[in-house]
């Protein structure tokens, strides 16, 4: 296959970046993305010029290291995966492929394709835990959990944090993510000593990163390599009004 | 910041100011519509024009009006300030168009609002304003002539319709013998002048078809900002949403406008 890109050059988070149009020749159609840009990288290594930067990590699909913003998608045109596992099949021969990073100003670029994603960081730090006693290792499904709940839990725990919802979201909104630590840990037993806290933390936090509304458009939810739903959104909505009207316990109960 | 506050500056908040106003919104939607099928009783307006006092005349309705304008700019205002702060979550943006499957109406909520405002301040001139022009002014200035409707108590026909001519005038209802006599301001006859143009008509149509589009997203994502989101009722929720927020209620609205211009 022989492609032409269009990739995103950008020093560093200070300078302003370009589109650098370069040839991807003679590229095997099952080659993974990352892969490709391997190829495309030693030539330029070759070349003396410098390779394009890109986040990757465990290649899988599983540690939320890749982004790539490709052709219009987060992790390109496939659904439910991540760049890593896009494979050069899925484009067509003599095709053109815009690689841009994720634009938020919540995740500002590090250098070319790869941004700083530590505000997910900061906001999982916020309340994304739960309390354990130390002492006696506890016998294993000692605390009995109806199966639905735990499927549903296991389901929003299953975010590796890649940013493709935000990417993906017109607003740059991270509520998506947000929603997924905060519903993975509130539907469970273990959660509930920070559950109210706990969701007004990490909304708070969220806020202060500068990312934007939802406006429960579903691009998120459509983009998310791990299929998190966007019900994960309302249950955070649900719980953090409770948390903010109903409840008796204000934010930094717990968080300090 | 006071706790009250926090809650409705942090960007949940707001939301669910958003989904709060639109809601209320939809509400009035409902409201409005049955009042105005008064339009197609074929009686030379007498429901429709008594309909139009009973609304800006009775107090609780009145109060509900209020609520109701000061939801029309909050619900702007939101809207704005929330736009602008996503706008500043994504200072550069992408340069390839997005393909990410979502709906139309849900990118394009802005838009459609800022069509249906632009309607709501045309709409409120021609109806609201001018219905009220007289109280405004405190003089018997009557942009909107009055009518005089004669029914027959007995057999509830309607027995004359006069255009009075331009006087000092109240709305009033009285009764000699068998004979009910109604005097009010005629609006519907407003309404007839307004809907024989048929750019007006367009407009209209137009402005309702933002409505439809509009609801068909807001409706259920208001209840999604709620945090409703329950398996069971989520289907409802989109269900009504779907077919009475963005079919029925649009086109009832629809009708009155086309159906003046063609058949009346």
């Keep these: ?256 | 910041m006071s706790e009250f506050k926090q809650t409705f500056n942090s960007s949940l908040g707001k939301k669910l100011i958003m989904a709060l106003t639109g809601l209320f919104l939809c509400t009035f939607l409902i409201v409005h519509l049955s009042g105005n099928l008064a339009l197609f009783k074929h009686d030379n307006g007498q429901a429709f024009n008594a309909y139009a006092n009973f609304m800006t005349h009775f107090p609780p309705i009145r109060v509900v009006s209020y609520l109701l304008y000061l939801s029309i700019l909050v619900h702007t205002i939101y809207a704005i300030v929330l736009t602008v702060s996503n706008r500043k979550a994504r200072p550069i943006g992408y340069a390839s168009a997005t393909k990410s499957p979502v709906s139309w109406s849900s990118k394009n909520m802005g838009l459609l609002g800022s069509i249906l405002l632009l309607f709501i301040v045309i709409h409120m001139k021609d109806f609201w304003f001018k219905y009220h022009q007289d109280d405004f002014a405190g003089k018997s200035t009557n942009v909107i002539p009055f009518k005089e409707y004669k029914t027959d108590l007995v057999t509830g026909k309607q027995l004359s319709a006069r255009d009075l001519p331009p006087g000092d005038y109240k709305y009033a209802i009285y009764t000699e013998g068998s004979v009910e006599t109604m005097v009010a301001k005629d609006l519907n006859q407003t309404v007839e002048v307004a809907f024989k143009q048929w750019w007006y008509v367009a407009f209209y149509v137009i402005a309702l078809g933002a409505l439809s589009f509009h609801l068909l997203h807001g409706f259920q994502s208001a209840f999604h900002t709620l945090g409703w989101v329950h398996r069971k009722y989520k289907p409802i929720i989109y269900f009504i949403g779907t077919w009475l927020f963005a079919v029925i209620i649009p086109l009832g609205f629809a009708a009155m406008p086309v159906i003046y211009f063609f058949c009346r």
Excluded at chain 1, 35 to 40: I, K, P, R, S, Y
Excluded at chain 1, 76 to 91: D, N, V, W, Y
Excluded at chain 1, 110 to 128: N, P
Excluded at chain 1, 199 to 222: K, P, R, Y
């Design chain 1, 1 to 256: 296959m022989n492609l032409t890109l269009k990739v995103w050059r950008q020093k560093n988070a200070q300078t302003s970046g370009k589109f650098v149009t370069y040839k991807a020749e003679s590229i095997s159609e099952d080659m993974s993305f990352l892969e490709m840009l391997d190829v495309v990288n030693e030539s330029l290594t070759k070349k003396g010029e410098e390779p394009i930067y890109f986040d990757h990590d465990c290649r899988e699909g599983i540690c939320g290291m890749c982004s790539l913003y490709i052709n219009g998608r987060p992790h390109g045109p496939k659904r439910a995966i991540t760049t890593c596992q896009l494979h050069m099949r899925s484009f067509k021969d003599g095709e053109t492929i815009t690689i841009e990073p994720w634009r938020a100003a919540a995740f500002p670029v590090i250098k070319d394709l790869a941004v700083d994603r530590s505000a997910f960081d900061r906001i999982q730090q916020a309340g994304g835990y739960v309390s354990i006693n130390t002492g006696g290792v506890p016998d294993a499904n000692e605390i009995p959990i109806p199966k639905v709940i735990a499927d549903e839990a296991f389901n929003s725990a299953t975010c590796i944090g890649c940013g493709a919802c935000v990417a993906a979201c017109k607003n740059a909104s991270a509520m998506l993510f947000v929603s997924a630590k905060v519903s993975q840990l509130g539907m469970l037993p273990q959660g509930q000593p920070e559950r109210w806290s706990r969701v007004q933390s990490m909304v708070a936090q969220m806020d202060e990163e500068g990312f934007g509304n939802c406006t429960n458009t579903g691009a998120c939810e459509a983009e998310c390599p791990k299929e998190i739903s966007l019900t994960n959104i309302g249950r955070m909505n649900n719980d953090f009004f409770s948390a903010k009207l109903f409840r008796e316990e204000g934010v930094h109960d717990h968080a300090q």
